[in-house]
């Protein structure tokens, strides 16, 4: 993993790992880590390293029997969303390194998530026997899943406003009625 200056300074290798893959490197909001996967135990695990190069690198995760998808950090920075290859989406908090199951899909992978501006709501997108997709609210709080709308359209990258009053999200509607 590698941090690249926008103006002047060094190009830094904030892993120095040869021979391991590491992928889906991201910066958490308050700019002082950088999140990623490495299959340096022979299977992928979710890491951390601080992003300025100074400190230890810290593993997350330690079951990893899946194949994961790209992590996201909440706003607070203190914890992260990820799926996996069992049609399941969890979130952890960096600290305590306790992944929280959220929900599990039966047709495929839940590949939209997001968070709210709060880092107390999970969006995210789960496909349906008809295969649309809903969308769902998870909250942390209450550890509680809500149907925000049916499969009956398809619906999928929900992400809330700044400020988190709305939640935006795309939806195929068009429904092409033919006549006759």
Do not use: H
């Not at 998530?113 to 969308?135: E, G, L, M």
């Not at 709308?149 to 033919?178: I, M, Q």
């Amino acid at each position: 993993i590698y941090t690249v200056p926008a103006e002047k300074g060094n190009i830094r290798n904030l892993t120095e790992t040869p021979g391991i893959r590491e992928r889906d490197a991201a910066w958490s909001p308050d700019g002082k880590w950088i999140a990623y996967f490495s299959d340096r135990t022979g299977e992928y695990e979710l890491y951390i390293t601080p992003q300025d190069g100074m400190g230890k690198e810290t593993r997350i995760t330690t079951d990893g029997t899946m194949f994961r998808l790209p992590p996201v950090w909440s706003p607070d920075s203190k914890k992260l969303l990820y799926a996996d290859k069992s049609l399941r989406l969890f979130y952890v908090d960096i600290d305590s390194k306790k992944p929280v199951l959220i929900d599990q899909g039966k047709y495929f992978d839940v590949r939209f998530y997001s968070w709210s501006p709060d880092s107390q709501w999970v969006a995210y997108a789960k496909q349906d026997a008809n295969q649309n997709r809903a969308i769902y609210l998870y909250s942390l709080a209450d550890k509680k899943i809500s149907a925000v709308t049916s499969s009956f359209t398809d619906n999928w990258n929900p992400v809330f406003d700044p400020a988190g009053k709305y939640l935006y999200f795309f939806s195929n509607r068009d429904y092409n009625e033919v006549l006759g």
